[in-house]
Every structure is written in C-alpha cells, then in structure tokens.
C-alpha cells in the first residue's frame, strides 16, 4: 500500500516523472508516424518533377536541338533534376522536424510540484488513458521504424541518382564504357548505409526501448490499479 512519508514521496515522483517523460517521447514519434505520409508525398514529387525535367531535356533535344548542343543542355538539365530530389528530400525530412518539435512536452509537470502529496499525483495517472497510451506506443514504433526506412530508401535513390549522373558526365569519358545499373544500386546501398550506420543503430535501440516501455506499462497499469484501489480504500 501506498504510504505517504516524505521519502516516498521523492521516490515516487521520481518515478513518475521518469514515466512521463518516456510518454512525452512517445507523442512525439506518434507525430513522426502521422507524417510519414507527407515524406512519401514529398519525396515521390520531387522524383516526378525531377524526371521531367529530364524528360523535357531530351524531348527538346530530340525535336530542336542539335549534337553539337547536347552535352551543354545535358548537364543543367541533371544538375537541375538533382538539385529538385535533394530539394525534396530535405525539405520533407526539415517540414517533419518542425512538427515533431512541435509537439507540447512537459505539461504534467506542473500538475506534481515539490510540495505535491501522494494523492495529487495518484489523481495525474488516473486521467491518462492507457489503452489510448498502448496503442500509442504500438503506432509510434511501426511509424518511428518506417520513417527510417524511407530516409534510407530517399537517400539511396538520391545517391544512385548521383553516381548516375558521374557515370554519364565523367566515368563514360574515360573509360569510354559505363558502369552497370546493379552495381551503381549497389555501391549507393553500401554508401548511405555507411554514412547512416548511427541513425540505425539509434533506431534499433529505441524500437526496443519501446517494445519494453510497452510491458513496463502494462504491468504498471496492473499494479496502479490495485494501488489506487488500496489508497482509496
């Protein structure tokens, strides 16, 4: 049973504090995982304008251009379909940041100051919704774990698209041959996936830091229920 003694007290705080901090995180990959639908949109339509952009450059080639012409429109009109991708990838990825960091952390705080009794803080959980909170945890993994997976996708496709650029402008003309598709894919993979390596294991660690919020939770709510039920009593 719940006793009211000061040291108790500092403990439980503590404690709670600690868990509302860890839901605070979860609201914010909650706001990740709403906007993974505005990274695809982004990323998918800087890729469509991109590569008509390109399109456009050759169809004008083909119709009034001249072979003499070729290389000094071909290169503004990959520079410029470059420029549309990376455009689109950071801009969707900063637009992202900007509403997670949005999101209101921190607000229970004042609801457990240093003079707060057991009781007020008793009366903080009993408005948390845990199902609500369950589900949140569940969303903002598959979400958190998603968005991950779609910068890695962008980034490899922005780099592919790079090495394609390279392979045309440079590597063609000294070696007179150019590298294969599947092994400029496969380069690019080991590239991003390289200089990613952090964010990875970052997103490892907190999609299992999750996994076990979410038990740590669930056998939390068990006991704070009979809890409470003993403090009411």
């Known amino acids: 049973m719940i006793t009211e003694n000061a040291s108790d007290q500092t403990v439980l705080k503590t404690k709670i504090g600690e868990l509302m901090a860890a839901l605070d995180q979860v609201k914010k990959y909650r706001e990740l995982s709403r906007s993974v639908i505005d990274l695809v949109l ?4 800087s890729f469509v304008g991109a590569l ?3 399109v456009s450059g050759n169809l004008y080639l083909l119709f009034f251009g001249n072979p003499g012409s070729s290389f000094n429109l071909l290169v503004p009109t990959i520079f410029i379909s470059g420029v549309i991708v990376l455009a689109g990838i950071i801009g969707s ?3 992202i940041d ?7 952390i921190g607000e229970w705080k004042s609801a457990i100051p240093e003079n707060q009794e057991v009781s007020g803080t008793i009366a903080l959980l009993s ?12 969303v903002s993994k598959i979400g958190f774990v998603v968005y991950g997976v779609l910068k890695i996708v962008g980034y490899w496709l922005f780099t592919f698209f790079l090495l394609e650029i390279l392979n045309v402008l440079f590597v063609s003309g000294l070696i007179h041959t150019m590298i294969g ?3 400029l894919g496969v380069i690019a993979l080991v590239v991003v996936l390289a200089g990613s390596w952090g964010d990875l294991k970052f997103r490892y660690v907190q999609s299992w830091l999750l996994d076990s919020l979410l038990w740590e939770l669930r056998w939390f709510d068990s006991e704070f229920r009979r809890e409470e039920s003993n403090f009411k009593a």
């Not at 982004?42 to 339509?45: K, Q, T």
């Not at 900007?98 to 999101?103: A, G, I, K, P, S």
């Open 42 to 45: 982004i990323v998918g339509l």
């Open 52 to 54: 008509f952009v390109l």
């Open 93 to 95: 990825t900063l637009l």
């Open 98 to 104: 900007r509403r997670v960091n949005r999101v209101k």
């Open 127 to 138: 408005k948390i919704d845990w199902d609500l909170t369950f589900k949140d945890i569940q």
């Open 181 to 183: 598709a599947i092994y």
